[in-house]
């Protein structure tokens, strides 16, 4: 009897350990961000794959607070604008907020949740979005 028991015992260990092991593989390394000045900015922005990720993200993840086409709400700005809050509208701003979060601690960070292509293919879109805004 007992050996049915320490078969399934066994599984179930393998499986846990299985899971622990894929959680550690596939979860963002976020020690090895990398500083935003030490990205090819004008190079990545012209990567339309890079630029549809970024979209994306931007849907999943900030539509909610800043509309799916960028204009804002009232809980967070119009990013598609000349008008900065918070930085002044570099890529290296808009990275910078996309990770840490906003100054005011309205927006909270993503580095804690996204892998560092992520960051960066939300921040090569964000800093397109001006480019779609319908008024001069």
């Not at 990567?47 to 086409?69: A, E, L, T, W």
């Not at 921040?123 to 319908?134: F, G």
Request: with cysteine.
């Amino acid at each position: 009897m007992k050996g049915p028991y320490l078969i399934l015992l066994f599984a179930v260990g393998l499986l846990i350990t299985g899971s622990l092991l894929l959680f550690l593989i596939t979860r963002p390394n976020h020690s090895n961000v990398t500083l935003a000045t030490n990205i090819n900015w004008k190079e990545l922005s012209q990567q339309p794959n890079r630029i549809y990720s970024g979209n994306v993200n931007f849907k999943i993840r900030c539509s909610d607070c800043h509309g799916m086409n960028g204009k804002g709400s009232k809980q967070a700005p119009n990013l598609t604008d000349n008008e900065w809050l918070n930085g002044n509208g570099s890529f290296e701003s808009i990275y910078s907020i996309i990770a840490n979060g906003s100054p005011n601690g309205l927006m909270k960070g993503w580095k804690a949740k996204l892998f560092e292509k992520d960051l960066i293919n939300l921040t090569l879109y964000v800093h397109q979005l001006r480019s779609k805004n319908d008024t001069p």
